[in-house]
């Protein structure tokens, strides 16, 4: 049902202020709704597996702040330990104990951490392990791929044409075509293309960056072979393996999809999930690499507020909570429920429709499938999503408002929450 009292008005009033204020009234794009039509709602607070906007409604998150949420947001121990910290200060500018902390964990959990840079976003450590990428190999070019989203650097704004393997074009005005030619893109899941592109450019190319589970194109599983392709080719010609595991990291397993798929690679960015919720960026690897880094070596990095201590605080305690055992075993059971059920609902209301999940990242498109990489998730009916996603908001359901985000689930999300979207879901789908 229509949630009888779902009313806006203080939503529209507010974004209506904001655009005046911002450019498109938001902080970061996608947060204003463009892709699905319609006002964004402005939230007032969270909790658990929930969020309230200013008019009073309450919603099943399935965003998760984009990731972060993944114990629930504003969980009690976490709170109570950024206050705690806050006690003492909230940044140092020097070194701080607990930095040892949080490195220690994210060495122990993620298997190709030998040494690890904290950073201030998920931007940032993209945009400096390319550098370190290019230092250590003394290569300019990577490899991307269409698709997949590692921040908003110059050198990563880029996407293939008509899914054939070719030179970089740029996204965004404002990106000097000089600053792309050197990323070449592929598409995902396509082990010849990369090849290909290795034999174009023999000795010139860095490495290979890829978000290992899709998640910034919908979401998209790596096929059988996929990585352990990558890594091969890499290490033939001599380049690195980087996984972007911004995302996937803590999410797909405690050790990320590497830990998932068995695959090492040479490097890998952190985020989201390790800020539990405040701003905090990471990328590692091998130490013999890492130790390029300033001041170890010449490959200059910095940031007045990395390291701070209450964004440790918020990642190591969000990290205890997810060591736990068992807490990737709910994820994946009640992410499983939502993903089957949804696509149950599809079916049975007979909408094309297909998707999957791990653990708590899952995602659905409103096509055929299956969905093998970005070309194959354009064809998705967007129009269709669209009128879904606004037809789950007036009933209580969060969802990413793209057809081209993964979805998230916590550990505060219960068997109730997922039976309300799935009663949702059948209402909305009958109606599409
Ligand atoms: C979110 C994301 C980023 C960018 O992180 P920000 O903290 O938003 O700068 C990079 N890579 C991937 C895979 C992401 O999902």
Redesign the pocket.
């Known amino acids: 049902m229509i949630t009888s009292s779902f009313k806006t008005t203080k939503s529209d009033e507010i974004f209506a202020a904001a655009q005046k204020l911002m450019p498109g009234g938001v902080s970061s794009p996608v947060r204003a709704f463009k892709s699905v039509g319609g006002q964004p709602i402005v939230f007032d607070r969270v909790q658990g597996a929930y969020a309230w906007d200013v008019d009073g409604n309450r919603y099943i998150d399935y965003i998760g702040t984009?990731g972060p949420a993944i114990c629930g947001h504003a969980h009690p121990d976490v709170i109570n330990a950024i206050c705690e910290a806050a006690q003492k200060g909230t940044s140092f500018g020097a070194p701080c104990r607990l930095e040892n902390v949080l490195a220690e964990m994210v060495i122990d959990a993620v298997p190709s951490i030998e040494m690890v840079r904290f950073v201030n976003?998920?931007?940032e450590a993209?945009m400096s392990v390319l550098r370190l990428m290019r230092a250590f190999t003394g290569r300019d070019k990577l490899i991307k791929f269409e698709g997949c989203?590692?921040?908003h650097a110059d050198m990563f704004l880029v996407k293939a044409g008509s899914g054939v393997a070719t030179l970089g074009l740029p996204d965004s005005p404002g990106v000097p075509k000089s600053t792309t030619n050197n990323t070449l893109t592929a598409p995902f899941n396509n082990l010849e293309a990369v090849k290909a592109l290795f034999d174009q450019n023999p000795g010139e190319i860095a490495g290979v960056i890829l978000?290992p589970v899709v998640?910034?194109a919908g979401f998209i599983i790596p096929d059988g072979g996929f990585l352990a392709g990558l890594r091969e080719l890499t290490r033939e010609n001599g380049a690195l393996l980087v996984f972007?595991e911004?995302?996937t990291g803590f999410r797909i397993a405690y050790g990320g999809a590497q830990e998932r798929f068995g695959i090492t690679p040479d490097l890998t960015?952190l985020?989201?999930i390790i800020g539990g919720g405040l701003p905090v960026?990471a990328y590692g690897g091998r130490r013999d690499v890492m130790e390029m880094v300033a001041p170890a070596g010449p490959m200059y990095q910095a940031g007045t507020l990395s390291g701070n201590p209450l964004a440790m605080t918020a990642g190591i305690k969000t990290l205890e909570l997810l060591r736990q055992p068992g807490t990737y075993e709910q994820l994946d059971r009640i992410t499983k429920r939502l993903s089957e059920g949804l696509l149950n609902i599809a079916k049975e209301t007979g909408h094309a429709a297909c998707g999957g999940q791990i653990s708590g990242m899952f995602g659905f498109f409103f096509a055929e499938g299956p969905v093998h990489n970005y070309e194959d998730a354009k064809k998705s009916d967007l129009g269709k999503f669209s009128r879904f996603h606004r037809g789950m908001l007036q009933r209580g359901v969060y969802l990413a408002p793209s057809q081209f985000e993964a979805g998230f689930t916590s550990l505060a999300h219960t068997d109730a929450d997922v039976d309300q979207t799935l009663a949702a879901a059948q209402e909305v789908m009958v109606s599409l």
Do not use: A, F, L
Request: net charge negative.
């Open positions: 984009w976003s998920g931007t993209c989203y590692h921040g978000e998640g910034n972007d911004v995302m960015t985020g989201k960026g």
